[in-house]
């Protein structure tokens, strides 16, 4: 056992009190269901942050993991860069559908809540959410094999990637593609001949949304060949 001093209790209690006015400051004045220090509004802050964050969020439910078995998908995905947070789901589906309000946390009603959510149907089990912070195929590609030598311990049940929502099954062909910065370049030397320099320029700024949106445009070409 810790031999606490009277004196230490007082002063645990005061650091504490220090911290959640430093908090308190520094998130602004909110006005939150729950309390703005309990672990339900520090659950939902942090599903808001892995959203914003990260261009890849695949969702996978996991069966009757071992303490070894955690740790060793914990090790793997970190080493392919990614990184594996198990989630809430209750926590995650007040989030999603309060995701495009201000402040997810705050009070809503079911009418300005989205309760349609493309995402909230994939949360019937233990649900765990992979994250990766580059559009890369080549790391889903990786990620997805290693889960097929897992014995359905973990398998993927859908995913958000620049922001569009992807059934397993879109998943699959998303592993598929070229890397975004050589499918950037294979289109920027064919438009760079069809339609001048300006175009070229606009996609040089590029953003992640336009992704998918590019390897589209890329397939039809082929098609036409």
Do not use: W
Not at 61 to 75: Q, S
Not at 88 to 98: G, I
Request: glycine share 4%.
């Amino acid at each position: 056992m810790f031999n606490l001093t009277a004196g230490f209790l007082p002063r645990l209690r005061f650091s504490f009190t220090a911290f959640q006015h430093v908090r308190l400051m520094a998130t602004g004045a909110r006005n939150t269901v729950k309390p703005l220090h309990s672990r339900k509004t520090f659950l939902i802050d942090t599903y808001k942050d892995l959203m914003d964050k990260n261009p890849v969020v695949l969702f996978a439910h996991y069966n009757n993991l071992l303490k070894h078995e955690n740790a060793f998908f914990r090790a793997q995905i970190q080493a392919l860069g990614g990184k594996m947070t198990v989630l809430r789901n209750q926590l995650f589906q007040v989030y999603l559908r309060n995701a495009h309000l201000p402040d997810p946390c705050a009070a809503s009603t079911k009418a300005v809540q989205n309760r349609t959510h493309p995402l909230l149907p994939l949360f019937k089990g233990p649900t765990a959410a992979i994250t990766f912070s580059d559009t890369d195929p080549a790391q889903i590609l990786k990620f997805l094999k290693l889960l097929e030598k897992s014995s359905d311990k973990m398998f993927v049940v859908g995913a958000r990637i620049d922001g569009q929502v992807l059934d397993i099954s879109k998943v699959h062909e998303f592993k598929t593609l070229p890397s975004k910065p050589a499918l950037q370049s294979q289109l920027l030397g064919l438009l760079s001949v069809l339609s001048g320099a300006g175009l070229v320029k606009t996609l040089e700024a590029g953003s992640h949304s336009l992704y998918l949106t590019l390897q589209s445009h890329h397939d039809n070409k082929e098609k036409s060949n």
